[in-house]
């Protein structure tokens, strides 16, 4: 069993900065690819950066040159630092990971957090 919890979320003025933080705990061997997502009020839950467990990292087109993604795999940690925050950015965001677990054999499992609310004011 593995969980995600994020944190971080809040109400932001636009043009303000927020960093959100994704927790990972459980039984596994190691995390693969960390990201997060967001869902606005009507849309369809979209990719906003993805970062592999070497560092390499990508971002949707929305989002380049405002939002950085990091982890700390010390920490089974990924982080989003987003600046320049317009109302555009409102969402619910929600951390991916894919997991190598172990129970007798070798496995993969991806696993969501619950979500953390963002909201920017303009």
């Known amino acids: 069993q593995v969980q995600l919890m994020e944190s971080g979320g809040g109400l932001v003025q636009a043009g303000g900065s927020l960093r959100l933080s994704c927790a990972a705990s459980g039984n596994f061997v190691s995390i693969n690819a960390m990201a997060w997502y967001r869902q606005a009020p009507g849309k369809q839950r979209e990719s906003v950066a993805v970062i592999t467990s070497g560092g390499i990292t990508n971002y949707a087109d929305s989002v380049k040159g405002r939002f950085t993604i990091s982890r700390d795999n010390a920490k089974n940690t990924v982080y989003l630092q987003m600046t320049s925050l317009t109302p555009e950015d409102t969402a619910v965001y929600y951390c991916?990971?894919?997991?190598?677990?172990?129970?007798?054999?070798?496995?993969?499992?991806?696993?969501w957090g619950p979500g953390t609310q963002v909201t920017v004011s303009s």
């Open positions: 991916n990971a894919n997991f190598r677990t172990y129970s007798g054999s070798y496995g993969y499992t991806t696993s």
